[in-house]
T-cell receptor, first 117, second 111 residues
Framework: GAVVSQHPSWVICKSGTSVKIECRSL??????MFWYRQFPKQSLMLMAT?????????EQGVEKDKFLINHASLTLSTLTVTSAHPEDSSFYIC?????????????FGPGTRLTVL | RKEVEQDPGPFNVPEGATVAFNCTYS??????FFWYRQDCRKEPKLLMS???SGNEDGRFTAQLNRASQYISLLIRDSKLSDSATYLC????????????FGAGTRLTVKP
């Protein structure tokens, strides 16, 4: 099946630093990837849609200058949390659409747990 | 009103029980429907897609009622390993990439 990886799996950083999270499709090419955020005991919230070779589409309320998304290749999308603050601490999950499937099924990466001190 | 609403749960059932989860969605233009399973502190994993005709995969049966904008998941003969949070996921209808998640229903199966 489709495999999506994320790196790092967890990160602890100081307030004010920037953190980059990578999302890779390992056995397929993904023109579209998605970034989600999940706070404790809450469901996933879509942050942005990442399109290879073009600008990401952000959901309402998500600051594009704070959450920088780059989808430079068909197998890699990155999310950079700039000037992270404690309220950015969350579980960040990426997903990718598998091309050629009849339904728009998404496969998820294992997630990155970010803790900002 | 939330775009996707699920039974709040939690559901605590004994092994072997049959349990049903319900989900309603607000956007009548939605085209794709899914149930995902999420274990504690892990990523969601696709359990099954939901088709208009209803579909079954082993002990799991999913049904869709477009007229009522309602989706269900039935788990028969529940196992301890079924304990997880079950997420109802609906395509937003505006484009194929616009997925909306329900808040999830927590299931605990006890011996």
């Amino acid at each position: 099946g489709a495999v999506v990886s994320q790196h790092p799996s967890w990160v602890i950083c100081k307030s004010g630093t920037s953190v980059k999270i990578e999302c890779r499709s390992l056995d397929f090419q993904a023109t579209t990837m998605f970034w989600y955020r999940q706070f404790p005991k809450q469901s996933l919230m879509l942050m942005a849609t990442s399109n290879e070779g073009s600008k990401a589409t952000y959901e309402q309320g998500v600051e594009k200058d704070k959450f920088l998304i780059n989808h430079a290749s068909l197998t890699l999308s990155t999310l950079t949390v700039t000037s992270a603050h404690p309220e950015d601490s969350s579980f960040y999950i990426c997903s990718a659409e598998v091309p050629g499937q009849s339904t728009d099924t998404q496969y998820f990466g294992p997630g990155t747990r970010l803790t900002v001190l | 009103r939330k775009e996707v609403e699920q039974d709040p749960g939690p559901f605590n059932v004994p092994e072997g029980a049959t349990v049903a989860f319900n989900c309603t969605y607000s956007n009548s233009a939605s085209q794709s429907f899914f149930w995902y399973r999420q274990d504690c502190r892990k990523e969601p994993k696709l359990l099954m897609s939901v088709y208009s005709s209803g579909n079954e995969d082993g002990r799991f049966t999913a049904q869709l009622n477009r007229a009522s904008q309602y989706i269900s998941l039935l788990i028969r003969d529940s196992k301890l390993s079924d304990s997880a949070t079950y997420l109802c996921v609906v395509n937003g209808g505006y484009n194929n990439n616009d997925m909306r998640f329900g808040a999830g229903t927590r299931l605990t199966v006890k011996p």
